[in-house]
């Protein structure tokens, strides 16, 4: 069984949980590991405006426009890849690696840089396409 309070594995004769101090409740025992954090909510705004900073950054710019656009894009990625660690969905697990890669990939304080704009054009464009898929899965939930 697990425990109400923190949520982790516990023995069922127990009366204590050993990791928190929580005394057992055989009625909410039942209760899966984080379920309540299974139902949390996954914003659609700030995948919608990574999308819209990605179509933005196709076009030629100043860099301090793309080193900007970075710290957003980056902390959207981050936000996914949170939501979709504490989701602990398998068939959402990959995302959690996604995001987690592009939050690397885009990361204003260590930039990745590939040299080429050229080459940075096509990453966004298959980015805006994998947050299209994305969007659909979320969709379909």
């Not at 299974?38 to 933005?56: A, Q």
């Not at 949170?82 to 990939?105: D, P, T």
Request: glycine content about 2%.
């Amino acid at each position: 069984m697990y425990c109400s309070n923190c949520g982790e594995s516990i023995d069922l004769d127990v009366k204590y949980c050993i990791f928190c101090g929580t005394q057992t409740d055989k009625s909410i025992s039942v209760i899966k590991k984080n379920s309540n954090i299974k139902s949390l909510e996954i914003k659609l705004w700030p995948l919608i405006v990574t999308i819209i900073i990605l179509v933005i950054t196709i076009f030629p710019w100043d860099y301090a426009f793309y080193m900007v656009s970075k710290v957003g894009v980056c902390a959207a990625f981050i936000y996914y890849c949170f939501v979709n660690y504490k989701k602990g969905e398998e068939k959402q697990s990959r995302y959690f690696w996604y995001f987690l890669v592009l939050a690397i990939l885009f990361n204003p304080v260590i930039p990745i840089h590939l040299f080429y704009r050229f080459v940075w054009i096509l990453v966004d464009l298959v980015v805006i396409v994998f947050l299209f898929n994305y969007y659909s899965t979320l969709k379909k939930i």
